[in-house]
């Protein structure tokens, strides 16, 4: 179960709600220390004194605001408390608005939002009332202390509380060099290219599923990791792969219709959807396209091919695996 980080109770109006948050994401990154290279000892993060030197026991640690050079107020967690007492309890609610309107750079973390004690009949009377409406309800609330504009969602029986960016810390989209909506300029999209993408994107629609997909890098890094323990290298570091430098793609005219043809025909070359085929045969062609796990055990799929470490391993004369390959072939050739 997912922890509570804030207590407190939505308003709008005369109502009070009261209610809990919790997180709605989680980081799936890996869990990667610092270490020194010579002996492999990690290697700790400290505070350290810029005066002395010396690191800084945490509990000596305190916030402090310079108002002029080298005079500070210093701030407790009482303070900030203080500030505003009511907003660091509530969610207030200020105005509901149509939950398309609002543009998706705006938005930042998610949480989610349980009813706490006495707090089910006013959580579900919400509820209700913006999924008959279809309005995003826009908050201010107080996190970790700063205030934050928010905005409630429905999702389900649950209403979503996601934080958002201020609209003067949104970078404007005018300062953006972009191609002119007409079709009559050199940089902008043709009738017909148009045409192509729109059933290109027909083509490759589907309904939203995002457990389908998942982070592949991160399996692959695991992969080698693996793989680095089963061959006894714990403590070494693999040398840098030397690669040939890519061509430099030329500044020739994109034929843009060819290529979204390209893409249409490749697609049903791999048994990509086809309108004219029954709708219960699509299922095992969109499983086997987005099968989200390689199910196979890190430590066979790292032995294959992808494995740097392995080609460097095997190089002999300053020559890598791939380069002794080619020479081979050409023998047989």
Known sequence: MSRIIWKGAITFGLVNIPVVLKPASRSQTLDLDLLDARDMTPVGYQRINKSTGKPIPKEHIVKGYQYEKDEYVVLSDEDFRQANVEATQTVDIVS??????????????????????????????????????????????????????????????????????????????????????????????????????VKLV?????EWAPEQYRDTYRDDLMARIEQKIESGQTHELTPAAEEEEAPRKSAKVIDMVALLKQSLDTRGKRGGRDKSEPEEEETPRKTARHAPARKHAPAKRAAGSRAPAKRASHSSGGKSTSASRTTARRKQA
């Open 202 to 206: 027909k083509d490759m629609s589907e």
């Open 96 to 197: 509901f608005v149509q939950a398309d309107d609002i543009p998706p750079y705006y938005f930042d973390t998610p949480y989610y939002l349980e009813p706490d004690k006495r707090g089910e009949r006013g959580y579900a009377l919400l509820r209700e009332t913006m999924r008959r409406t279809g309005r995003a309800a826009l908050a201010l609330v107080v996190l970790r202390n700063r205030q934050h504009l928010a905005a409630m969602l429905v999702d389900d029986n649950a209403l979503v509380l996601n934080t958002m960016r201020f609209a003067d810390e949104v970078l404007p989209i005018s300062e953006l060099k972009l191609p002119k909506a007409s079709s009559g300029k050199a940089t902008g999209a043709h009738a017909r290219e148009i045409e192509m993408a």
